[in-house]
């Protein structure tokens, strides 16, 4: 026990052997690190958020590649995918599968040619850059290896870009950074899926996560970010996306709560045309926390957001979502819609919720709603007039509500996966009150 | 098969029933008339066990338990069926689901197995034909997005599949066109047998042309003031409500 | 925007004259000494001034608020003075024919006959100016009614035991920056007792003015509705036109016992400072009510005035079945800031509250909703619904929304609905194409946008309201 050094954690990585140019990298962000303001209560974004959990555990383990047998296509039962998988942080080639296609680049960094350093050179670090969030210093500082995806002008890719991060070390606590870029060209279209699930007995862990996403004029990208990972790892991660005019993002992040989880997306449109739909689910229970912080930022004209979160909280859990709205004064005919509902089912549990438009253009149609109510009454009764039994009646209207946003992904295989999760979940009993998640 | 005797309930201290005296026998087609406000669908909401009516006074028999202590899924699994005036809308639970769920449920209490997917789908393809509806409807949320003839088209084809002891149609005919009339009709009637009752609740006595009932009733402020075959539909028809309320005193 | 609405824009804010009497000001500043002297002044109890002075200290260790959404250079605190009176008023409060009659033609002026015979009908009146009450009006019928309605400065001698009972109970000295220097310098405001069962025979009005130049208002008002009790309480509050800033910082407590009920209606029209934003009131102010069982309390508020406002009239819901509502109309015009809402915090069982907030941004302005409901745990059945919408005339102002929804009992259920909008050609359109002129289109449009919190107003306040939306309006088409 003891409070988060940070320094130490700062220095974790830093005799790691890696490419000079990640090195540097390193050097850059620890400087940010050592700069950045540290979180507490009073600063807004953390408000309903402690860090806590990083100070209940000493995080000084780097992360180590194991030997390990594990069939990362099982993750998503009919799944064709590109496929790049890392365990404990460590990308490994032989759980990994790439086709070759013209035009697009899979590639881990450690891998990566004069061309993918071209563009990695060019992009890593651009879209996060400017940010308050320290945890995007501290990727920096952990960085070893990530993810480039690269798809040139005109391309679409022919399968989606499965990118699955394993927990597996049983011997916990290990700290590690994960990184993607992922740089769409004019017309270029792309599915990602960013998979984090956990081994049986995999240990404590800390992951400070940074995608970026520049998606070009008139691509489009589907995006899920998939959270799965066992209870006691503590993720604090962020999504940055740009949208250049008539680029299209879809996006689903999907979240299981765990000791910490805390995501912050950030979505700019930058050229007018520009749209994207944010769906997010987050299912917390036990004692589990997630935060999810979104940012839409409306900086051109004639750009539209359709937002929906959704979430279920149970037990002494708890959830916090934030969605800001950023109308710029020069994006009149802006169109942005937020909605964000949330079962809680426990009284032990929380919910804090906060939507916010901020808005210096007057031609614009904006609105934002939040709930927070437990499970509609009228409609558990008319299950229950058909004979359904409550406790049935509560996981099938709980599934309903989740489902609603799972049926807009567009891989069936996706979908049918999501499907299982949800419903694992739903079944699951609860702790009893005051029961411990671990 | 039902039997109600002197049923009082109310909700929010208000009283809605104020002595209620109904006895269903199988094969029987009960009619329940008035005006709006006189208790009819919290008849329909008390019989089915719904949360916040509070039953004050009085006891329901139905197939010789005492149905009051039931629980809301133990009425339906034991044969009570509540087709709904308003059936609420449920997105993102596909109505197959629900439909098997609720068929698995009924048939796991009556200790039938549960119908295999593939039988099941036939027979709910078989059933939503009936009731005239195109096969995807069954992979829609329910009622989600359903116009008002849909969803009691829907109602009937929960009813047909449930096969219940009893039905309460709660006011199905109203805000429907005449096709959709003719569906609920004939799903009824077809289900017409010598162990299953009905009990149609209704404000106009349109629906009774096609369903035609061996009893009459008309409630009035809680109570049922007057009792008689088809005939009385058609005279409340001819004189509209008030001279029941004189009558009634 | 056309330029007809633009040609409408050029009222002058009407209560921007100054009353030429002779005041007795402190010296800028605060100290320990000014405290005790103001309490002196007011020949406070000593456990009055021993109050103030705790708050005091509290208040020097606290740090301004920045977590609002506006800017202003900071305010010098030392460059203000904490006490200001009329030299006629020395001896306090006097009967009505002892007035000052420049001080009576003063409120005539605004629309506030004090005289009897023209009295506003069927509204009892307390007016301050600056730091002191200059009459109350109407105090004997509301006496045969049990009825206590006062300068708070009478009622520490009057009625000692209530107000030091409820001085502070709801808004704590230390609650906030403005709120602990409010509890420090305190000078005038007004008090009200409805005693058990009593339906208050009219409704019960404060008028403040801030006159004089380079001083603060520190009005402090406590309403205690015993149990059972109602009561309809309005304020309205005006400042002459100057071109430096000057503070406000108000607190209003409330109290409602056990089924009482309160009505709180504000029209704020504090001077708002010129087209380019020189001068103005900040309006720094604490306002919170706390309900007792089966208790409810009713903020409606109109803002139309200030430079800056910063208010967030509250409820806390402590009774079970007690029920919140806060209702308001913001708007903003030129370089106006507002950064308004409300705070319900459900701790009882089966509470309830309803928010409506219509916030109008034109000019340059920002205009900002902050709002905050609370479900503590064993707030069992709770409900809260929010609805939030904003209207924007002109593309270079800001409307913002920032609602805090914290829900910690699962049979609760809480709703939050916000919207954004803009007076549309179309809608200017259809109203000038049927003979209205673009003013008019845009005033009615606006007034409609308005209509559900106008309805909760007074009649007379209702009607006042909607000119006033009017007159602050104009410029701001363009």
Known sequence: MGAFDRNLAAALYAARPAPEWIRALRETARLAWSAAPWPTRKTEAWKYTALDALDATAWLRCAEAGELGFDAAALVPGLDADRLVFVDGCYRAELSCVEAQPGVRVVNFRAANSGDRATIDGALGQLAAGTDNPFVALNGCWLDDGVLLHVGAGVRARRPVHVVHVGAAPDGPSAHAQRLLAVLGRGAELDLIEQFVDLPGAGESLVAGLSELRVGEGARLGHYRLHGEQERAVHVGAVYVELARDARCESLLFALGGALKRIDFRLRHRGPGASCRLDGIYLARHRQHVDLHTTVEHEVAHATTEQVCRGIVDDAARAVFNGRIHIHPQAQKSSAELSNRNLLLSDEAEVDTKPELEIYADDVRCSHGATVSRIDEKSLYYLLTRGIGRREAEVLLGYGFVNELVSRVGDEALAAMLREVVRDWLGQPGLPAGGDAA | ?249 | MSEHIESLLKQDYAAGFVTAVESETLPPGLDENVVRLISAKKGEPEWLTEWRLEAYRGWRQMAEPTWAHVHFPPVDFAAVSYYSAPKSMADGPKSLDEVDPELLRTYEKLGIPLHERAKLAGVAVDAVFDSVSVVTTFKEKLHEAGVVFCPISEAVHTHPELVRKYLGSVVPRRDNFYAALNSAVFSDGSFVYIPPGVRCPMELSTYFRINEAKTGQFERTLIIADEGSHVSYLEGCTAPMRDENQLHAAVVELVALKGARIKYSTVQNWYPGDRDGKGGIYNFVTKRGLCHDHASISWTQVETGSAITWKYPSVVLRGDHSVGEFYSVALTNNLQQADTGTKMIHLGRNTRSTIISKGISAGRSSNAYRGLVRISPRAEGARNYTQCDSLLIGDRCGAHTFPYIESRNASATVEHEATTSKVSEDQLFLCRQRGLDAEKAVSMIVNGFCREVFKELPMEFAVEAGKLLEVSLEGSVG
């Not at chain 2, 039938?112 to 789908?121: I, K, S």
């Not at chain 2, 005919?173 to 047998?193: E, K, P, T, W, Y």
């Open chain 2, 1 to 249: 098969m039902l039997s109600i005797a002197n049923l009082q309930a109310r909700i929010d201290d208000k009283p809605i029933l104020r002595g209620i005296d109904l006895d269903v026998k199988p094969g029987e087609v009960h009619a329940i008339m008035g005006p709006n406000g006189s208790g009819k669908s919290t008849l329909g909401y008390v019989l089915s066990g719904r949360e916040g009516y509070e039953v004050t006074a009085g006891s329901v028999r139905f197939d010789g338990q005492d149905l009051l202590a039931m629980a809301t899924e133990e009425r339906a699994r034991a044969g009570l069926f509540l087709a709904f005036q308003y059936p609420v809308e449920i997105p993102g639970v596909s109505n197959m689901e629900f439909l098997k769920a609720s068929v698995d449920a009924v048939r796991a209490h009556r200790g039938v197995e549960p119908l295999d997917a593939v039988r099941f789908l036939r027979l709910a393809r078989e059933k939503c034909e009936a009731v005239g509806m195109k096969t995807d409807f069954l992979k829609r949320g329910v009622n989600e997005g359903f116009s008002g003839g849909e969803k009691k088209r829907n109602e009937i084809l929960q009813m047909m599949l449930l096969e219940p002891r009893l039905a309460i149609l709660d006011e199905t005919d109203s805000g429907l066109d005449i096709d959709a009339l003719q569906v609920v009709a004939a799903g009824v009637n077809g289900l017409r047998a010598a162990d299953r009752s009905f009990v149609i609740v209704t404000h106009y006595q349109r629906l009774l042309d096609y369903i035609v009932p061996d009893f009459v009733h008309v409630l009035a402020h809680g109570r049922i003031v007057k009792s008689g075959g088809r005939e009385l539909a058609l005279e409340l028809e001819d004189k509209g409500y008030a001279w029941i309320g004189k009558e009634a005193g």
